[in-house]
């Protein structure tokens, strides 16, 4: 698919490719190289944050793919323990990335002690002075997305684990009623879903993959992003061939028929999660 005319995410705050390449545990050259060969094939969407130790490669490989930088959409995301001072974090981050701005700089986490109030404010300075193009959150249950939206900041997006055996309808609701984009990480459940025979019978009747299945459904979805990682050239050509799948009716019920409680992502310091639905 031509990436100019790949779908996106289109809200007050930012127009976002619905599907991008997440690059957390891709480090060094072999990131560089996943990054510049994904956008070789047609992504406009690289995903990276401090915590992952790789937005030097990041940067490096969006260079090294011959295409403009303003034509990439690059998220990065300050860690929870660096709160405090998210202007200092997108400074080291911009550095790394050796880019100028980046399109949407997100809170990785939440985290209680800081004040909410003091970072959302930082954070549209540095939207105020071009360095990140749009702000927003990430692993926010619905109540805490409230409490940033409440705070005036024009949150553009809040990134958490979504799949097919994973419901967000309490995020979702929230944000569509504020036209808040939602990306979804680890889409494919970090590949736990790939066996999965509900996926595999409707992957038959398209002649697709499981895969691409479980990635359409997340796509086809209004406000919906999803950023499964590889670095494998041959994969990041399957998950392309997703935004090219238009599943049925028939389909998204047999989905939404699936568990929705199966949650991959939970460290120590996460918050309290809404219940799955």
Known sequence: MDPAAQ??????????????????????????RA???????????????????NEGPVGQGVRDSGVPREQVFVTTKVWWTNLADP???????????????????LIHWPNPAVPLAHTLAAMVRLKEQGLARAIGVANFPSALLREAVATGAPIACNQVEYHVMLGQRAILEVARDHRI??????????????????????ARRHGATPAQVA???????????????????????????????????????????LPKDRRVISPAWAPVWDAAA
């Open 7 to 32: 779908p996106k995410v289109e809200t007050p705050h930012l127009a976002m490719p619905k599907l991008g390449l997440g690059t957390f545990g891709l480090r060094g050259p072999e990131c560089a």
């Open 35 to 53: 990054v510049a060969e994904a956008i070789r094939l047609g992504y406009r969407h690289i995903d990276t944050a401090e915590m992952y130790d």
């Open 87 to 105: 202007e200092a974090a997108l400074a080291a981050s911009l550095r790394r990335l050796r880019f100028d701005w980046v399109d949407l700089f």
């Open 181 to 202: 984009a939602v990306t979804a990480y680890s889409p494919l459940g970090k590949g736990g879903l790939v066996n999965d025979p509900t996926l595999a019978a409707i």
């Open 215 to 257: 990635l359409a459904w997340l796509i086809g979805q209004d406000l919906v992003a999803a950023i499964p990682k590889t670095g494998n050239p041959q994969r990041m050509r399957e998950n392309l061939g997703a935004l090219a799948l238009r599943l049925t009716d028939e389909d998204r019920a047999a989905i939404a028929a």
